[in-house]
């Protein structure tokens, strides 16, 4: 059995590749493909980007749903040492446009289920090629030979989700990439015969990490063209599953959707994105989905704490303690022991893409401040309690969502909660809710507002509630606070 890369060499699919030509690679629908057949496409791939007239250094953008194709075009540009920026698919055609204005790229590579969102956004800044059909009509240019990446290369630009703010990319080198996959593999353990279950968009960091860590480590990959809770049930009994990385919105609607019981081969279900309920946790154990919460960011290329499945029963709330090579402090100016949570490690980015201003006032000695407020518990275990900007400062006290959030999921009604602030005239701001109820079950404010008032201060219980079908949320499964704010409504409910 090929052995896990454990070095920066040649570019990761062609080292796998080389070491293991005939390994499961990739199953996207009915289309399975080894290392080997898997690097000829991206081979292939790369000679048509050179014949766009992109070389090394230069910028290539993706807007493009989940293929075959984008995951060769991805290992191209690595090939070529051409820096990847993928898009939002979700976008509208005037947040695509600000993306492309922000990183200037040389090309554009969309596919055609996006030609009426981009097709006004052509510019003679960019070659723009608006479909797969068009992609592999370009010729195949002569290409350099192989060589070895370099770590402090630029590997990709991932803009953040924009919840609290004007997107940002943050640019990540190959040597962000490769110490988070190590960082992950020896975490849990990740070997050669393991097959992830991505699930994830490859916008997104975390859908992204499964691909480059699956060809350093030497592991196959399930690719779907985006969530289903059925699919991904299925999947997971006829794939031979062994790995998932998911938000904890999707898996709870995995379990809601499971109704033959435990995966016969699933180990491990890495879950992030935001706070992991402890109702969770304890709804996968009972069909043995062993849960390993996670935190991270895209500025750290993915996951840098992690809970080990026995910690998340035991530690509930906690999302684990750094994964080796990172450091991490909270910043409490005040002594309490909560404070705003910074990170030190190989993973950390290089710095905001063409935004200096921006790069200094998150990267300083070597430390990223997150925004994020956290503590560590007498063990050292990380429990995020929320971002900085989502504190709710009402009346002078301090109220932290994640905290009413997971009380009000502790109601057996309530399948999902969202607390947010809304200005008041008396107290600043005011605590208000939106929640949605299981499937045949329903909860009144009234009864919300008692269950939180044996639980929470006066003061931390939300004074609105309103009950949407489901909540906004963003790619990653990041609750859009901005939009409930904006629709909440003007009385406190009762």
């Given at each position: 059995?090929?052995?896990?890369?454990?070095?920066?060499?040649?570019?990761?699919?062609?080292?796998?590749?080389?070491?293991?030509?005939?390994?499961?690679?990739?199953?996207?629908?009915?289309?399975?493909?080894?290392?080997?057949?898997?690097?000829?496409?991206a081979?292939?791939?790369?000679?048509?980007?050179?014949?766009?007239?992109l070389?090394?250094?230069?910028?290539?953008?993706?807007?493009?749903?989940?293929?075959?194709?984008?995951?060769?075009?991805?290992h191209?540009?690595?090939?070529?040492?051409?820096?990847?920026?993928?898009?939002?698919?979700?976008?509208?055609?005037?947040?695509?446009?600000?993306?492309?204005?922000?990183?200037?790229?040389?090309?554009?590579?969309?596919?055609?289920g996006?030609?009426?969102?981009?097709g006004?956004?052509?510019?003679?800044?960019?070659?723009?090629?608006?479909?797969?059909?068009?992609?592999?009509?370009?010729?195949?240019?002569?290409?350099?030979?192989?060589?070895?990446i370099?770590?402090d290369?630029?590997?990709?630009?991932?803009?953040?989700?924009?919840?609290?703010?004007?997107?940002?990319?943050?640019?990540?080198t190959?040597?962000?990439?490769?110490?988070?996959?190590?960082?992950?593999?020896?975490?849990?353990?990740?070997?050669?015969?393991?097959?992830?279950?991505?699930?994830?968009?490859?916008?997104?960091?975390?859908?992204?990490?499964?691909?480059?860590?699956?060809?350093?480590?030497?592991?196959?990959?399930?690719?779907?063209?985006?969530?289903?809770?059925?699919?991904?049930?299925?999947?997971l009994?006829?794939?031979?599953?062994?790995?998932?990385?998911?938000?904890?919105?999707?898996l709870?609607?995995?379990?809601?959707?499971n109704?033959?019981?435990?995966?016969?081969?699933?180990?491990?279900?890495?879950?992030?994105?935001?706070?992991?309920?402890?109702?969770?946790?304890?709804?996968?154990?009972?069909?043995?989905?062993?849960?390993?919460?996670?935190?991270?960011?895209?500025?750290t290329?993915?996951?840098?704490?992690?809970?080990?499945?026995?910690?998340?029963?035991?530690?509930?709330?906690?999302?684990?303690?750094?994964?080796?090579?990172?450091?991490?402090?909270?910043?409490?100016?005040?002594?309490?022991?909560?404070?705003?949570?910074?990170?030190?490690?190989?993973?950390?980015?290089?710095g905001?893409?063409?935004?200096?201003?921006?790069?200094?006032?998150?990267?300083?000695?070597?430390?990223?401040?997150?925004?994020?407020?956290?503590?560590?518990?007498?063990?050292?275990?990380?429990?995020?309690?929320?971002?900085?900007?989502?504190?709710?400062?009402?009346?002078g006290?301090?109220?932290?969502?994640?905290?009413?959030?997971?009380?009000?999921?502790?109601?057996?009604?309530?399948?999902?909660?969202?607390?947010?602030?809304?200005?008041?005239?008396?107290?600043?701001?005011?605590?208000?809710?939106?929640?949605?109820?299981?499937?045949?079950?329903?909860?009144?404010?009234?009864?919300?507002?008692?269950?939180?008032?044996?639980r929470?201060?006066?003061?931390k219980?939300?004074?609105?509630?309103?009950?949407?079908?489901?909540?906004?949320?963003?790619?990653?499964?990041?609750?859009?606070?901005?939009?409930?704010?904006?629709?909440?409504?003007?009385?406190?409910?009762?």
């Open positions: 059995m090929a052995k896990p890369i454990d070095a920066c060499v040649l570019p990761w699919l062609w080292e796998r590749a080389h070491l293991d030509p005939h390994g499961f690679a990739l199953r996207f629908e009915s289309r399975d493909l080894t290392f080997a057949e898997l690097a000829a496409g081979e292939a791939a790369a000679r048509r980007l050179v014949s766009l007239g070389r090394e250094g230069d910028r290539l953008a993706l807007l493009m749903d989940s293929s075959v194709r984008i995951v060769e075009l991805i191209a540009a690595q090939r070529l040492g051409i820096v990847l920026i993928p898009l939002n698919t979700r976008l509208t055609v005037a947040e695509i446009g600000v993306l492309l204005d922000a990183s200037d790229p040389g090309a554009l590579v969309y596919d055609s996006h030609l009426n969102s981009i006004a956004l052509r510019s003679d800044r960019f070659r723009a090629v608006e479909s797969i059909a068009e992609f592999d009509s370009l010729p195949l240019a002569p290409i350099p030979e192989l060589k070895p370099q770590r290369a630029p590997n990709t630009i991932i803009f953040t989700s924009g919840t609290t703010g004007t997107p940002k990319g943050a640019l990540l190959n040597g962000n990439h490769f110490a988070s996959a190590l960082a992950a593999r020896n975490n849990i353990g990740a070997k050669p015969s393991d097959r992830w279950l991505d699930l994830l968009p490859l916008y997104h960091v975390a859908g992204l990490s499964i691909l480059l860590r699956s060809v350093i480590d030497g592991s196959g990959v399930v690719l779907h063209r985006g969530f289903d809770a059925a699919a991904a049930n299925q999947s009994r006829e794939d031979r599953i062994t790995l998932l990385s998911v938000v904890a919105t999707m709870a609607r995995m379990l809601d959707d109704r033959e019981g435990p995966y016969p081969s699933l180990r491990c279900v890495l879950v992030g994105g935001g706070p992991v309920p402890p109702e969770l946790v304890s709804r996968a154990a009972v069909v043995g989905v062993p849960i390993a919460p996670t935190y991270g960011l895209t500025e290329a993915s996951q840098v704490v992690t809970a080990n499945p026995k910690d998340a029963i035991r530690k509930p709330g906690s999302c684990g303690q750094p994964l080796s090579g990172n450091r991490i402090k909270i910043v409490d100016p005040d002594g309490s022991g909560r404070g705003e949570i910074a990170i030190k490690g190989p993973s950390v980015m290089a905001y893409f063409r935004a200096a201003a921006e790069t200094r006032a998150v990267l300083r000695e070597g430390w990223l401040y997150t925004g994020d407020i956290g503590h560590f518990d007498s063990d050292k275990f990380l429990y995020i309690d929320d971002r900085r900007s989502d504190l709710i400062v009402t009346g006290e301090n109220v932290y969502p994640a905290e009413v959030e997971a009380v009000l999921l502790s109601h057996p009604a309530l399948a999902e909660a969202a607390v947010y602030s809304v200005e008041d005239p008396e107290w600043g701001h005011r605590v208000a809710a939106a929640v949605v109820a299981r499937a045949g079950l329903q909860a009144s404010a009234q009864e919300l507002r008692a269950w939180c008032s044996s929470l201060a006066r003061f219980i939300p004074t609105t509630f309103s009950f949407p079908d489901a909540l906004p949320r963003t790619a990653s499964g990041k609750i859009k606070r901005a939009i409930l704010r904006s629709s909440s409504p003007p009385k406190p409910s009762i």
